[in-house]
């Protein structure tokens, strides 16, 4: 997951030399040029202060989110960030794959019942935007196969311990082909043509919510933000004088692969093998699964995306994990990417011409890097 390196920049004044003093006796007389004293005075002193960066971090979505908002008062980053957090807390309750009590929960039991229901306008945009992706991504990404992620033992805090599920149990639900095709969306009634459909949003939702906090923010008069879910994030402006500049992590170990400017609006959204993953004798099955076979993708380390949308960038992703370095290039075409970046569990890095016209490699150079042929 990416990282987010701060600029430390000052907004083109010099910082750290205090204010100005002015001493200067004054002729009552000459109010003018006292007036004209006491403005320049201040817009010297505010050229010498930093502009107010307010920080704040949320718990949510079983990760930390942190904001970094600028050029506002405190009070008015901070009551931003609180209607967020409200958003944030119902997207997390209505959308949660397994916790009951929400949107999502309820409607995969009707869809297990094989029964139509109404869903309201807060899930409806994702359901009917997860259906675009999944055709794009051929079926790549396909939160249609929440029955498969249970399986596996994902629908939960605590990942099981243990062997992976049997062939058998696995290839049961396969041969029910679990996509969101059946899916079937009618104004607010949704139905599925087969029972095997459980929705499950995890590659989607949180680049769809950072996308949505940036939207907020921006409606309450904020115009330079991060906002950052474990690397996974979208900026709104810039950071002072210049882009807001991110560090992508490596997937293997903790250090920072490349880093990435990132314009107004754009978010970068990263998959990764290494992030959640069950492990028995040695061998580890990552929460990626491939939809074609049932089992957890172990030939990428990660997949990077940068999309203006952050529910479009998360989703392909995801996808781009499950296609691997062979396919990479024909999914991020039919998904209309033009930023994409892979790492292998080799540390081969594979990029698009236009990601890799933006990349810059922190520390160790990769030993190889494979760039596209254009997107
Ligand atoms: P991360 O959560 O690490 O950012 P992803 O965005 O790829 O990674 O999301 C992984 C989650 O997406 C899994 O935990 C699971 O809920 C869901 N998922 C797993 N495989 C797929 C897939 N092939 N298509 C869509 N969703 C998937
Ligand atoms: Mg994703």
């Given at each position: 997951m990416p990282i987010y390196l701060a600029y430390q920049s000052v907004n083109g004044c010099e910082r750290g030399k205090g204010g100005v003093p002015v001493r200067r006796r004054l002729a009552l007389v000459d109010v003018t040029l006292a007036c004209?004293?006491?403005?320049?005075?201040?817009?010297?002193?505010?050229?010498?202060?930093?502009?107010?960066?307010?920080?704040?971090?949320?718990?949510?979505?079983?990760?930390?989110?942190?904001?970094?908002?600028?050029?506002?008062?405190?009070?008015?980053?901070?009551?931003?960030?609180?209607?967020?957090?409200?958003?944030?807390?119902?997207?997390?309750?209505?959308?949660?794959?397994?916790?009951?009590?929400?949107?999502?929960?309820?409607?995969?039991a009707a869809l297990a019942?094989?029964?139509?229901?109404?869903?309201?306008?807060?899930?409806l945009p994702l359901l009917e935007q997860s259906k675009r992706l999944y055709a794009q991504s051929d079926g790549l990404f396909n939160p249609a196969i929440g029955a498969l992620i249970d399986l596996w033992g994902f629908h939960s805090d605590e990942l099981p311990p243990g062997p992976p599920p049997q062939q058998e149990q696995i290839q049961a639900l396969l041969d029910q082909h679990p996509g969101m095709d059946d899916l079937k969306i009618d104004g607010t009634q949704v139905s599925s043509a087969t029972r095997v459909v459980q929705l499950d949003l995890g590659g989607f939702a949180k680049g769809y919510a950072m996308n949505d906090a940036i939207t907020t923010l921006r409606a309450q008069g904020i115009e330079n933000a991060i906002v950052n879910a474990g690397g996974d994030l979208c900026v709104a402006g810039r950071h002072d004088d210049r882009?807001?500049?991110?560090?992508?992590?490596?997937?293997?170990?903790?250090?920072?692969?490349?880093?990435?400017?990132?314009?107004?609006?754009?978010?970068?959204?990263?998959?990764?093998?290494?992030?959640?993953?069950r492990e028995h004798e040695g061998k580890r099955y990552a929460h990626i699964l491939d939809p074609r076979t049932g089992w957890p993708v172990d030939h990428v380390a990660?997949?990077?995306?940068?999309?203006?949308?952050?529910?479009?960038?998360?989703?392909?992703?995801?996808?781009?994990?499950?296609?691997?370095?062979?396919?990479?290039?024909?999914?991020?075409?039919?998904?209309?990417?033009?930023?994409?970046?892979?790492?292998?569990?080799?540390?081969?890095?594979?990029?698009?011409?236009?990601?890799?016209g933006r990349v810059e490699f922190e520390g160790t150079i990769p030993e190889r890097v494979v760039v596209g042929d254009g997107l």
């Open positions: 004209f004293l006491l403005l320049f005075v201040a817009a010297l002193t505010a050229c010498q202060r930093p502009p107010p960066e307010h920080h704040e971090t949320l718990f949510v979505f079983g990760t930390l989110v942190e904001f970094t908002v600028l050029g506002v008062a405190p009070e008015k980053a901070a009551a931003a960030i609180r209607q967020v957090d409200e958003r944030f807390q119902r997207m997390h309750r209505e959308w949660h794959a397994w916790k009951p009590g929400g949107a999502l929960v309820s409607l995969n019942n094989g029964e139509t229901t109404t869903v309201d306008d807060f899930l882009p807001w500049r991110i560090g992508v992590r490596h997937p293997q170990g903790w250090g920072v692969l490349a880093a990435i400017e990132v314009a107004d609006g754009e978010c970068v959204l990263t998959s990764g093998n290494y992030e959640r993953y990660s997949a990077t995306v940068i999309h203006i949308d952050g529910g479009i960038a998360d989703a392909a992703a995801t996808a781009l994990t499950v296609a691997g370095p062979a396919d990479w290039q024909r999914i991020a075409r039919q998904m209309g990417l033009e930023y994409v970046m892979l790492v292998d569990e080799t540390g081969t890095v594979y990029m698009s011409p236009a990601m890799a």
